[in-house]
């Protein structure tokens, strides 16, 4: 007879802890299949408990597969119960190793969290919860918190100029999944246009959402309207303010020509704006979609760069068209964002914060880009390399002079400790040139430089 001193189930209720000593039994093969259980008013005697407390554990394991009823002969150990059967305990799991800690990491997409205005940010959500839960609790709507929405458009229109009205704005977790929406939205095998080399993780989400990506490859300019009419694509997905990885910037010519492929053949252009407001020198263009006259222009962009990626929050803005079958066929996925990190990041907006968490950040990155590159300049091997920059953006492109190939230069890195991306890294259909690294420098120290031209010094040596 099953015996289980029920004592020491503490605060557990019996049933669930007859269950679950049942379940053990039954998982490590003490119970073998086929055994037949007590009778459950057998059980109930010799345990001292009532009939219905064994019911209700024995209901529990059949629902889970683990014993079954069979009618007027009683309950039996399951041939497959639930997991497979272990006489001994199981070995402890292999140590899991873990991402690579690496001295020198210049990849990636890191950005200098050390000035967030925490204080600011728990203050404001302390401010939401003491609020009750009114708020907070009440549904979201699925294209993200009215307030939420007003603080962007104020924003867009304060600082890029840009007309966003809170109605054609949908709030989303991060650039990816307005991706997956855009994707859905262009509905399946659509033909979107990418950038080559470019964002992997854009061809990665449209393919996988059913589209079909056309990866165009970069003049001086970006994209060339001529290549763009040439393919089949009906969509096209830029970043014009300062490509990743190339670090271009789309003239205002060449923003006109791919405005009038749009026009013309009725197609899209997603202008995802990432790293956009990190501007160090020179004065920023206008977007695409405040030139777009023909609502063409899907505006998109992130709080990953100028927060944080782990804030998951981004957004998009809806030309009319769009909107409108966003509203007919996609407006029954719920918000994927929080209702508290968004009224949070509301009050963020309107109380100033972000504007001015933003201009730190901008003279921050200014200060430490400029020594990053001095330490370049002043390296070394300064004299076999040549930087390209843009005075914008967490990332530049530096171009080494060397036999080797990007292969054996990432295998010295990786000997090294130190993390290196490859322009070759990004590219789909086109390859990339070789020995031409992209530099992402924002998660870099000042104090880690000299370190850090020692290390590379080591990897580039003929
Ligand atoms: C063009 C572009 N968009 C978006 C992102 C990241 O956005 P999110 O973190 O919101 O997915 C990146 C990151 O490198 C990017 O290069």
Sequence with gaps: MLTYDLSERGSTPIYEYLARRIREAVLTGELPAGERLPSKRALAEHLGISVITVE???????????????????YFVAEAALGPRVSAPEAPPAPCAGPRHWELDLRGSRVDTSRFPVAAWARLTRQVLSEGGG????????????????????FLAGYKGMSAPPERIVVGAGAEFMYIMLAQLMGPGAAVAVEDPGYPKIRQVYSRSGARCIPLPLDGGGVSPEALRASPARSLHISPSHQFPTGLVTPVPRRQALLRWAEETGGYIIEDDYDSELRFSGKPLPTLQSIDGAGRVVYMNTFSQTISPSMRIGYMVLPPELMD?????????????????????????????YERHLARMRKEYRSLRSDVLSAFRSSPFAGRIEIVERGAGLHFLLRLDTDLPDSELRDRADAEGVRLAFLSDYSAAHPAPEHTLVISYAGLSREQLPRAMELLDRVFRK
């Design 56 to 74: 209700a554990a024995y209901a529990q394991l059949e629902a889970e597969g683990c014993i079954l009823a069979s009618p007027r002969r009683g």
């Design 135 to 154: 708020a907070l609790l009440s549904p979201v709507p699925h294209q993200g918190l009215r307030p939420l929405r007003e603080e962007i458009s104020a």
């Design 325 to 353: 079958r966003w509203l007919r066929e996609l407006d029954f996925y719920s918000c994927a964002v929080p209702a508290l990190e968004q009224h949070v990041l509301a009050r963020f907006l309107s109380g100033g914060h």
